[in-house]
């Protein structure tokens, strides 16, 4: 396995694979493994000739006040599991190497990451979008491999890859849990074991949401307020927000209908976590196509 520093290395090895006629698949992630990333490789590896997975604790999405020092790594565990999977080349660059002048580009997502993570970590999406620009530049044409887990995001990445016309297949992978139901994150390390039972409270309260979606409650308010109060609940918990959006444009959805994704977020201790999950609200179906037996 190889593992480059530089990116006209990676860049090259790709072009190879690619001339050589094989498809790349990539996995973007920031390290410090655990099954939600092993799964990204896994998929990866099964559906792609040549796998390269890039470890960078990217600095440009990390706001002043956040974790960007402290954020674990461990680049040769996270190495030493993509050599057992069978990944052909890990992109480990400096900072240095992916920002070697101060950069003046900033992308702008609009509506899409003016609200929920956009919102609470200003500046995070424009820091995403321009490493995954970036990312895409050296990799080039490939399929590439995201977290459900990170649901708006994966929407950033989808419209920046539609938007400057990257040669790239976009994917996204469910999101994998702890048996209670904790979706995996790097961040859950920094969590004692009572806050991790504290944050337990993420998953519930979308599990209410999507149940209630589930017996036919189509009111927005409804279901915000059920899963807040879920979250209201529990100690030492400090929700940002509990809402259900249009899974596809994150816009707000008055009456539900169609593809929803509920999403979650909260502080618990120092350790902000997200979350989220899919339901689909069908519309009853109009009266009209009710047979006269079944209006009367
Ligand atoms: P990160 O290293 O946190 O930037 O994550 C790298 C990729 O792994 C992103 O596409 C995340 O959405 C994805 N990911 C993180 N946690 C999970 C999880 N629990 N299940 C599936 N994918 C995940």
Known sequence: MHIFQRIDEARSFCSRARSGGTDIGFVPTMGAFHEGHISLIRSCREENETVMVSIFVNPAQFGPDEDFVAYPRDLDYDAGLCREMGVDAVFAPSVAEMYPTPQTLSLDFGGLTSDLEGRHRPGHFAGVGLVIAKLFNV??????????????????????????????????????????????????????????????????????????????????????????????????????????????????????????RLLVAANVGGTRLIDNLGARADRPPPLSTLGEGVRA
Not at 184 to 205: D, H, K, V
Not at 206 to 224: F, P, Q, Y
């Open 139 to 260: 990799v080039g044409a490939c399929r590439a491999y995201f977290g459900d887990k990170d649901w708006q995001q994966l929407a950033v990445v989808r419209r920046l890859t539609a938007e400057l016309a990257f040669p790239v297949e976009v994917l996204g992978c469910e999101t994998v849990r702890d048996s209670d139901g904790l979706a995996l994150s790097s961040r859950n390390a920094y969590l004692s074991a009572t806050e991790r039972q504290s944050a337990l409270g993420l998953y519930r309260s979308l599990r209410v949401g999507s149940d209630k979606i589930e017996s036919g409650e189509r009111s927005r308010d409804a279901v915000e307020e059920a899963m807040a109060l879920v979250l209201a609940e529990v100690k030492g918990l400090s929700p940002d927000y509990a809402v259900v959006r249009d899974a596809a444009t994150l816009m707000p959805v008055d009456f539900l209908s169609g593809d929803l």
